[in-house]
């Protein structure tokens, strides 16, 4: 995937040459929908999705959800694309089998709390979990796009620091969907982040005023950091970097270099020796993200470490947020 275009934030520019193959998009998205049967799970089945493309901390979100389930009593499994991955599915993931070759980087960060199965085709997957019967609800990591599999409750996320950009569809702008006809089907929406972009009010502006909109944040987890004599040599390939970066910083780690790299980019050998190479010449040590520490070759993971982070509210909220999740739950099941 590539890295998000600068472009892509502003109307004024080369994006407006684009908007023809916005077009094109667009009526392939109507058609995709328009010619698709969707299946009908007979579990109910949350998805946690996007508008527009880019890292908005989709996984997190999806693990703090499942936490909240199971709080509630459910016994949820996630289903996932598994993108960047070569098993078409549908399969369990097993972390002590799979790579992310395998399944892709997120179903491997996700199993490694929850049952997590991969299908390029929801609707597949969705069978292959009924067909367990363990499980009592499917959870859907990305895919509010895909057509394959109905989907009974929507959660939208949104990056509060860079909203929906210039509000084009791709390649003109970042949004998967028209922005205002793809927020009305979302039943409840998460922003992370500051609102730095005065998204809040966009989104009231195309919704019914009682639908619920939550604020969560990134928390780091920096037991394993040291950060009074530890200096770090940073490097990321998520829809973010800067994102990490700057959490990074926020909690006191002193990072002497940073390295972006596309999102979900596969680290070759020859990359990893040179940045290697750098924190030896420094003195540091090498620090990603969990979601990339995942796609690291094995023989590098003990080499490179990386920082936790879940997504949290506050303790109101998150009683709030589940009790909004039941209601609708209970309203589908009824």
Known sequence: MIRRPEFWNKKLSIAILLLPLSLVWWIGSIVRQLVAKPYHARLPVICIGNLSVGGTGKTPAAILVVKLLKQAGWRPAMLTRGYGGKLSGPCWVESNRHTADDVGDEPLLLAQTLPVC?????????????????????VMDDGLQNPSLHKDISIGLFDGGVGIGNGWMLPAGPMREAFSSGVQKLDL??????????LRSRLRSHLPADLPIFDVSITPDDTQIDLQTNQYIAFAGIGRPERFFQTLNEIGAHSLEQHAFPDHHPFRDSELVSLSKLAEQQNATLITTEKDWHRLPRPWQAKILYLPI???LTTMADSKLADTITDRLNHVIS
């Open 310 to 312: 879940s997504l949290t």
């Open 118 to 138: 991969v299908s390029r085709h929801r609707g597949n997957g969705a069978r292959f979990i009924e067909s367990d019967g363990a499980y009592d609800i499917i």
């Open 189 to 198: 929406i998460l922003i992370n982040g500051a609102d730095d972009t005065m």
